[in-house]
């Protein structure tokens, strides 16, 4: 349900612009509000969690997430649909930590490797479906109430979510530090993030200001990171257990999540502007021609877990030379076959193809950095992870979109041609993460 609604969201947005007379700055908030609120909240939703009981943070959260979902669906205006999707942000940052935890939890070795393979199924899954049911309910219910249904099927999942949490979920259990949740390490931690994200999700084109804000996002983390190490050796527990950052295996399958969420998310937000703005495809026949990458990445997912803890960092080395190849493919592509309808056709196969790598890399590089993270540490570490991933996300977009923006001015052509070269250098970069954690594994098994 969340991540069909970072997604799903896209191809309403025209209906969205008709419907309640928005503005491009309003659209723009629509979707991008929702990651600001969804990144802001991640790692002290994650600590709450550990502390006070996943399944009470799991429910909060689909409870936040279907209660806005209302608001959305009967928004009068695009000032409380923005409202609405800031809020739906906070229960999305709530829900996900909350899942890493417990698949931390109720999951040891080869079965964590088989669940964390299962979530990334699901995500591949969500990631195919959001854009074409989105589509689908435009068709069917028209394009002036069919916006409206795209957050009003969250409703009726959000119940059964609540009620199948309660059935299978293990009740909730307080550590010794439920009540000592670092508020200081919170609201630090916050505004770097708030810092950070402001200027990427609000236009990203890094201007004086941004990148002030930039800098002053990066010199709040350094306080935080101060502050987390007083706040530790007073005997406090802090929001962010630092030590995690001792594990090699922690520290770098971060810096690899940020590095490729960075490069791939990327893809979608320039092919679905140059399938509907320059080939002229439907929001449905736009969804349609990204399915193979979800479908692909879907398929490798599911495999990928029963063999990533034998695999080991390969099998992300791997998965990210195929993102490689299907993105040159795709690059080819639009080469060759240019501004033609059958364009999506001729994509569909190098997409596959990075659909599969991609696939490789998600959960196994979450199953690789959390292997090592304590139990009881399971929510703030995966908060963290995911933190790295929707600041590598926002990251990519905003470089991406400028120079697809900028590339437009000239032709259509070269606006898609500049984003896929951004994406493959930004997957090159954490190509090279991957093999350098790769190296250093086997020089450290080597040694001893």
């Known amino acids: 349900m969340s991540l069909l609604n970072v997604s799903i969201v896209n191809v ?111 995500i591949g899954i969500s990631t195919a479906i959001g854009p074409v049911l989105g589509g689908v309910i435009i068709a069917l219910v028209g394009p002036e109430a069919g916006w409206r249904w795209i957050f009003l099927v969250n409703i009726p999942v959000g119940v059964l979510a609540i009620v199948m949490s309660y059935r299978y979920l293990p009740r909730p259990h307080q550590d010794r530090n439920a009540h000592d949740l670092d508020p200081v390490g919170v609201v630090v931690l916050g505004a770097s993030v708030l810092a950070i994200l402001w200027p990427l999700v609000n236009g990203g084109t890094f201007a004086a200001v941004e990148l002030l804000w930039l800098v002053a996002g990066v010199v709040l983390l350094w306080i935080f990171v101060r502050w987390e190490r007083i706040y530790q050796a007073r005997g406090r527990a802090p929001m962010v257990d630092l030590s995690l950052f001792r594990l090699r295996s922690y520290t770098a399958g971060t810096i690899l999540a940020f590095t490729y969420f960075s490069g791939f998310t990327g893809i979608f937000f320039i092919l679905t502007l140059f399938f509907q703005n320059s080939v002229h495809y439907s929001a449905l026949i736009a969804g349609l021609g990204l399915t193979s990458f979800a479908i692909g990445s879907t398929l490798s997912s599911w495999l990928s877990g029963r063999y990533v803890l034998r695999a ?137």
Do not use: C
């Open 12 to 122: 309403a947005l025209p209906s969205i612009r008709i419907g309640l007379d928005a503005s491009e700055a309003e659209l723009q908030w629509i979707v991008s509000g929702y990651a600001l609120s969804f990144g802001l909240v991640l790692v002290a939703a994650g600590r709450l969690g550990d502390a006070r009981g996943r399944r009470t943070m799991f429910v909060l959260g689909v409870v936040l997430f279907a209660g806005s979902s209302i608001l959305a669906g009967f928004a009068p205006n695009a000032s409380v649909l923005v409202v609405a999707r800031l809020i739906q942000g906070v229960g999305s940052g709530f829900i996900n930590p909350q899942i890493s935890g417990l698949i931390q939890e109720l999951f040891r070795g080869a079965e964590r490797g088989r669940a964390f393979g299962s979530l990334g199924a699901v």
């Open 312 to 448: 080991g960092r390969k099998m992300v080395v791997w998965g990210l030379v195929l993102v490689m190849i299907g993105l040159a493919g795709t690059q080819a592509a639009v080469f060759f076959v240019g501004i033609n309808p059958s364009i999506g056709w001729w994509m569909a196969t190098p997409l596959f193809i990075a659909g599969i790598g991609s696939g490789l890399v998600i959960s196994p590089n979450q199953t690789l950095t959390l292997v090592e993270v304590p139990v009881e540490r399971g929510g703030s570490a995966g908060g963290v992870l995911q933190t790295a991933q929707r600041m590598g996300t926002a990251l990519g977009i905003a470089i991406v979109g400028a120079l697809y923006f900028a590339g437009s001015h000239s032709d259509p052509i070269t606006a898609v041609t500049n984003g896929l070269w951004a994406t493959l250098g930004l997957t090159a970069v954490s190509l090279g993460v991957g093999v350098v954690d790769l190296i250093w594994g086997r020089s450290a098994r080597s040694s001893s």
